[in-house]
Nanobody, 122 residues
Framework: QLAESGGGLVQAGGSLRLSCATFGGPFSSFNVGWFRQIPGKEREFVAAINWSGRSTYYADSVQGRFTVSRDNAKNMGYLQMNSLSPEDAAVYYC?????????????????WGRGTRVTVSS
């Protein structure tokens, strides 16, 4: 099971740190991805980190503003979001996958959290 937290309301230019808690299973064997979705649109890839934390990948829209990380000892994943804009407002989801090759493709993830909402005021 996965559970996101840390969402909320923030002003444009502000920051939020999302967390992804995992329960049960070998978290350190899985790659972690972050996606976001707004109503009426498909789930969009945001960032991913491989099982060891040594490889990361970002969507162009968040590169340089967001940082993905993980703490395998705590079974936790994180998404640090800086310089937020209204265009970043969405429900954010974390997910885990066995393989990193298709990190941007939501269909390759095995388990998902329920999401946490991020609202950015202008």
């Amino acid at each position: 099971q996965l559970a996101e937290s840390g969402g909320g309301l923030v002003q444009a230019g502000g920051s939020l740190r999302l967390s992804c808690a995992t329960f049960g299973g070998p978290f350190s064997s899985f790659n972690v991805g972050w996606f976001r979705q707004i109503p009426g649109k498909e789930r969009e890839f945001v960032a991913a980190i491989n099982w060891s934390g040594r490889s990361t990948y970002y969507a162009d829209s968040v590169q340089g503003r967001f940082t993905v990380s993980r703490d395998n000892a705590k079974n936790m994943g994180y998404l640090q979001m800086n310089s937020l804009s209204p265009e970043d407002a969405a429900v954010y989801y974390c997910a885990i996958a066995r393989y990193f090759d298709n990190a941007t493709n939501a269909s390759f993830y095995d388990f998902w959290g329920r999401g946490t909402r991020v609202t950015v005021s202008s």
